[in-house]
């Protein structure tokens, strides 16, 4: 991707990468926190008499519009992103997390205004949705870039690392709060406590952003005046429907392992199951934790072993692993907490994600190409995927575990499919030059 192919991560390199996974952990944080308070935001911006699934299906409703809103941000911030500057965007999209965050922390309840307060819920939500979905595919752009091409999916799983440490520390507020706090303190304003954070959080990382550089690519083809002269979604569209189509896929991948196993799985342990809400984020907290090694992991072996093989290999452990905890987490502690990191871990897997993404595309349309099938397909996997995991749970408790086992067989099938059109070894294997 650079000229400096066979050159180790220097440190600016480590800079660099530690840099963005941290600001992207912060504002991952805020995205996510939404869904540990979901039961206790359903209780008070819902009106009481709603029955409990019903208003659990609305808050994830109000969860999900927070995707459906991904795509019309990502491909704007990726169209300038593409034009202007990686960098750019990359530091914009974090004030637009910042302020809606702390805006969700300060709102009223459906008891004071009644129905406006679940329609600002919404409101806010799809300004967090559009300012993510210009985060995680410019953060994967921008770290793939700045490191020599040997090691993208090394870079690229460290990021994706990052970006899910927000979601262990989501976790583990919300796990102190849980522990620190009763219930009826929780609901009297405890649960504004996270929400204040993440605006903090989200303004201390615009900040550590200040600090990153444009990368080498970008700045070579704004030399070479090699910048997409024409829309860049336009020439996506026509010119890279295979890259569109691997990239959406693999998507929905990485939808189903992290919103059903790492952030529904809390409240599917409270509601289903009955195990207390501390002990449930607890065990959340280690399956983040082993997500974490899981990505570092993917990412490494792609650069070894290629995408496809990756893909396979740990699609086969995510539907062996996520199968085995969800029948397995109502036994005791020690068996819940030891199958719920099998199966954080198995989700790792969405490490490679990036790395099949970022080389589905050539740099000139290379943000607009990952922002676009990302974030259309998350709008619509994502998105959906708590409503309709909560309605299938009406019919089986083992609803999650169905869902993951289907998605982990298209994994597998993409795997196959990339390694037909990618095969194990070559030097350049990718589904697009750069």
Known sequence: MIPEE??????????TLSLAALGGALEFYDFIIFVYFAAILGDLFFPAQMPEWLRL??????????YLARPLGGIIMAHFGDKAGRKKMFSLSILLMALPTLAMGLLPTYASIGIAAPLLLLLLRMLQ?????????????????HVPRRHTGFACGTL?????????????????????????????GGWRIPFFLGGAFGLGA??????????????????????????????????????????????WLLSAGIVVVILMTPTFLQKQLAVPAALALQANCLA???????????????????GGNTLIGG????????????HLASADVVTLFASYMLAGFSVGVVGAVPFVMVRAFPAEVRFTGISFSYNVAYAVFGGLTPICVTLMMRVTPMAP??????????????????KRLSPVGAPRAALAQD
């Open 160 to 188: 994706t690392a990052g970006l899910t440490a927000g979601i262990l520390l989501g976790s583990l507020v919300a796990a102190l709060l849980n522990s620190v706090l009763t219930p009826e303190a929780l609901v009297q």
């Open 129 to 145: 949705g559009a300012a993510i979905g210009g985060e995680v595919p410019g953060a994967w752009v921008f770290v793939a870039e």
């Open 57 to 66: 299906v609305q808050t994830f409703g109000i969860f999900a519009a927070g």
């Open 401 to 418: 575990a169905y869902y993951v086992l289907a998605l982990a067989v298209i994994g597998v099938g993409v795997g196959l499919a990339l």
């Open 288 to 306: 983040t934790v082993a997500l974490l090694v899981g990505c570092i992991v993917a990412g490494a072996l792609a650069d070894r072993i290629g």
């Open 206 to 251: 615009m900040y550590l952003r200040r600090w990153l550089k444009e990368t080498p690519v970008f700045t070579e083809m704004q030399q070479r005046k090699a910048l997409a002269q024409q829309l860049p979604l336009k020439t996506v569209l026509t010119a890279h429907r295979r890259g569109l189509v691997i990239s959406m896929l693999v998507t």
């Open 6 to 15: 066979s050159r180790r991560l220097n440190r600016q390199d480590v800079k």
């Open 315 to 326: 699609s086969l452990l995510l539907g062996g692993g996520c199968w085995a905890f969800y």
